[in-house]
T-cell receptor, first 114, second 119 residues
Framework: KAGVTQTPRYLIKTRGQQVTLSCSPI?????VSWYQQTPGQGLQFLFE???????NKGNFPGRFSGRQFSNSRSEMNVSTLELGDSALYLC?????????????FGPGTRLTVT | AQTVTQSQPEMSVQEAETVTLSCTYD???????LFWYKQPPSRQMILVIR??????QNATENRFSVNFQKAAKSFSLKISDSQLGDTAMYFC????????????????FGQGTILTVHP
């Protein structure tokens, strides 16, 4: 089974621009979660999508948004980029159902904002 | 809100020896899951081991085992027969379990412990 894939792997953007990151979950996994990883703040939960609906959300400003498509692929968007948005963005997928809760991570998208 | 604390920013061990990484957490929840993930340098996060809070028996996965002390809210990871490939950042993580056994995809991570295995 193919793992979680994320595109692009690296991105360089300028302050004020917007960016869209993509995540394809493991086949059959319907839940996708997004995390931001920085040296200062560590790993922080952004949001989770299941069946095209956001079910959970972390403490991030409204500039961070996401969506999920009917094939479970997910995108996250960051508008009006700030220098502090430079980070590794990780997505993770999981199956849904009683007893299935492990999250499997993709390789991440490294975003640099200049 | 839950918090996860890893008090050892860095640790090192000789190949073939045993090392224990510490993790404590704070929560008012009764039902939850705990995990250890490893993130090798420039490589993706890998699930090492998981523990359901309702299970008293400590989880084991080959050379990896945990010491889960629910009352003390402690969840340490023991790596036996350390190998060079174990060199990585290790994260302890907490996930709340909702009614019906489901979760809503939110992992709360500790700050991580960098483990270096020396030949």
């Amino acid at each position: 089974k193919a793992g979680v894939t994320q595109t692009p792997r690296y991105l360089i953007k300028t302050r004020g621009q917007q960016v869209t990151l993509s995540c394809s979950p493991i086949s059959g996994h319907r839940s996708v979660s997004w995390y931001q990883q920085t040296p200062g703040q560590g790993l922080q939960f952004l949001f989770e999508y299941f069946s095209e609906t956001q079910r959970n959300k972390g403490n991030f400003p409204g500039r961070f948004s996401g969506r999920q498509f009917s094939n479970s692929r997910s995108e996250m968007n960051v508008s009006t980029l700030e220098l502090g948005d430079s980070a590794l963005y990780l997505c993770a997928s999981s199956s849904v159902g009683k007893g299935t809760y492990e999250q499997y991570f993709g390789p991440g998208t490294r975003l640099t904002v200049t | 809100a839950q918090t996860v604390t890893q008090s050892q920013p860095e640790m090192s061990v000789q190949e073939a020896e045993t090392v224990t990484l510490s993790c404590t957490y704070d929560t008012s929840e009764s039902n939850y899951y705990l995990f250890w993930y490893k993130q090798p340098p420039s490589r993706q996060m890998i699930l090492v081991i998981r523990q359901e809070a309702y299970k008293q028996q400590n989880a084991t996965e080959n050379r990896f085992s945990v010491n889960f002390q629910k009352a003390a809210k402690s969840f340490s990871l023991k790596i036996s027969d350390s190998q060079l490939g174990d060199t990585a950042m290790y994260f302890c993580a907490f996930m709340k379990q909702y009614a019906g056994g489901t979760s809503y995809g939110k992992l709360t991570f500790g700050q991580g412990t960098i483990l270096t295995v020396h030949p």
